[in-house]
């Protein structure tokens, strides 16, 4: 599975983003999406996943409340919308792919999940 992250950019605190991750190869539908972020000096963290039907949705606390992960099976595509943003959300945004199966995973690790995307710049200005 290929992933292309798209959407990062420079916005001030309060404001919104949409983040994008465009997935080609194995079928998409088949696979839990899961967006990570990474801030310097930081470790990789978990931000949110949806499983392949849709309906299991997962957020970090940090984040729920405020950013909205979702998924488009006929266009492959994978978003996140993150609202009220603040100067602490400001990383670097993964999207990561790995293939669903009956059962419950451990989605918070980044070492579930198979492939990753590039990453996209998120900067919340203050």
């Known amino acids: 599975v290929q992933l292309q992250a798209s959407g990062g950019g420079l916005v001030r605190a309060g404001g919104s983003l949409r983040l994008s991750c465009a997935a080609s190869?194995?079928?998409?539908?088949?696979?839990?999406m899961g967006w990570f972020r990474q801030a310097p000096e930081k470790e990789r963290e978990f931000v949110a996943a949806i499983r392949s039907s849709g309906y299991r949705i997962y957020y970090s606390d940090s984040v729920k409340g405020r950013f909205t992960i979702s998924r488009d099976n006929a266009k492959n595509t994978v978003y996140l919308q993150m609202n009220s943003l603040k100067p602490e959300d400001t990383a670097v945004y993964y999207c990561?792919?790995?293939?669903?199966?009956?059962?419950?995973?451990?989605?918070?690790?980044?070492?579930?999940?198979?492939?990753w995307g590039q990453g996209t710049q998120v900067t919340v200005s203050s």
């Open positions: 190869g194995r079928t998409f539908s088949n696979n839990i």
């Open positions: 990561a792919a790995r293939l669903d199966a009956v059962g419950s995973f451990q989605l918070w690790y980044p070492s579930e999940y198979e492939f």
